[in-house]
Every structure is written in structure tokens, then in C-alpha cells.
């Protein structure tokens, strides 16, 4: 059972640059998201679905897209990447949205230099 | 706005001591409360979580955390450090558990053998 499938792992971009952040769920989850992590803030969400068809933005959207593809996938595109834009991204799924179980999957690691 | 505060960004312990991170919220709702770990070059996994059912809840690998409204304290605990155990540790907020989490900036623990 694969869980949650991140591509690509790793990475590197050139400022202005354009690149999608592709994440596939198995489980059958109605909700998707994607955070970023960088040292010393934890992990902030940047858009998530909660549920097949819907998106809404997280605490930090500016400089990205999204798309709910169907219930399995949902991916983040950087139309112009730059460098504050660095940062480990994961997706992550859950049944629901709350109080619901968040699977993660391993990261994609991306420089934008 | 919900938000949690994890006090100490890093944490030492010696093998077999006891281990003990600090994660206060603050929630003008009762809330649903998590620990997520994650491991290096991984993804985060669930360590435990409070839905009210039970103050003293008690997760994977030998964790376990106390609910303390009074305090409005979750403290992760565990009482005797595997060099196993080293990793970093987010605590989560949820208000009612009916939205998305947000979690703390994150506890790096090493352990000293």
C-alpha cells in the first residue's frame, strides 16, 4: 500500500521558472493538502481540498496553484518560482477535514536558486 | 484564531531519561489536539491525539500526552528515551475538530547515548 506518492523528490529550479508538484493518495481520502516546512516555522498549509472538486487557500497561497485533478490526485503548480520559494513541500490526505488522521507523504525538496 | 506554542525548539535527553515537550494552545473552542513525529528524510506520522474522550492519551512507541484545560497544556511524554526516539515533534491544533490543523513550530529531540 503506497499511501501518499510525492513527484519529484528533489528538485532545482531557476528563478522565474515554472514548475508542478505532482501527489497521488490510494486510500481514498476526500481531503488533500499541501504544506511547506521551513526551519524554525513548522509546517504552514498553503491550499487544500476537502473533497473532490473543491479548493480553498491556506495561510500562505500567494505564489501557487492548485488542482484537484480527481479524488486521488491534487497538484501544486509555481507559475514563477522564486527564491523564497525554497522549501521542503508535502502533500498530505486525510478521510476528512479536523479531527481526521493526516497521512503524509515523504517530501519534494525544492530550490529555486 | 487557534495556534499552539511548542516551547524549546531543540531538546537533549540522555538514553533512558525522561522525555518531556512542551506544547500549549490557545482555542477560544474546545479543541482537538495532536502530536505528529517525523523522522529525517520522511514524511510526518500521527503519534497521538485528544478528541475529549480521554485526558491522558497514550500514542505510539511508549508516548503519551495530558490533556490540561486549566493549563491549556498538551505536554508529550515518555518515560524512558530510546536513541530511537530522535526525531522531530509538532504539536496540532484543531477547534472543534472541524477544520484544518495548525501546528506548532516544531521540537527537534536528539537523545545522547
Redo the contacts between chains.
Keep these: 500500500n503506497a499511501g501518499?506518492t510525492q513527484t519529484p523528490k528533489f528538485q532545482v529550479l531557476k528563478t522565474g521558472q515554472s514548475m508542478t508538484l505532482q501527489c497521488a493518495q490510494d486510500m481514498n481520502h476526500n481531503s488533500m493538502?499541501w504544506?511547506r516546512q521551513d526551519p524554525?516555522?513548522?509546517?504552514?498549509?498553503i491550499y487544500?481540498s476537502a473533497s473532490e472538486g473543491t479548493t480553498d487557500k491556506?495561510e500562505v497561497p500567494n505564489g501557487y496553484n492548485v488542482s484537484r485533478l480527481n479524488k486521488r490526485e491534487f497538484s501544486l503548480r509555481l507559475e514563477s518560482a522564486a527564491p523564497s520559494q525554497t522549501s521542503v513541500y508535502?502533500c498530505?490526505s486525510s478521510e476528512g477535514?479536523?479531527?481526521r488522521?493526516?497521512?503524509?507523504?515523504?517530501?519534494s525538496r525544492l530550490t529555486v536558486l | 484564531a487557534q495556534s499552539v506554542t511548542q516551547l524549546g525548539?531543540h531538546v537533549s535527553v540522555s538514553e533512558g531519561a525522561l522525555v518531556l515537550l512542551r506544547c500549549n494552545y490557545s482555542s477560544s473552542v474546545p479543541p482537538?489536539l495532536f502530536w505528529?513525529v517525523q523522522y529525517p528524510?520522511?514524511?510526518?506520522?500521527?503519534l497521538l491525539?485528544y478528541?475529549s474522550a480521554a485526558t491522558l492519551v497514550k500514542g505510539i512507541n511508549g508516548f503519551e500526552a495530558e490533556f490540561k484545560k486549566s493549563e491549556t497544556s498538551f505536554h508529550l511524554t515518555k518515560p524512558s528515551a530510546h536513541m530511537s526516539d530522535a526525531a522531530e515533534y509538532?504539536c496540532a491544533v484543531?477547534p472543534?475538530?472541524?477544520?484544518?490543523?495548525?501546528?506548532?513550530?516544531?521540537t527537534r529531540l536528539t537523545i545522547i547515548p
Aim: net charge neutral; aromatic share 24%; proline share 0%.
Design positions: 501518499v493538502y504544506y524554525g516555522m513548522g509546517l504552514r498549509l487544500y491556506g508535502f498530505a477535514v479536523g479531527h488522521e493526516l497521512f503524509f507523504g515523504e517530501g | 525548539s482537538y505528529y528524510n520522511q514524511g510526518l506520522q500521527l491525539k478528541t509538532f484543531s472543534f475538530g472541524n477544520e484544518k490543523l495548525t501546528f506548532g513550530t516544531g
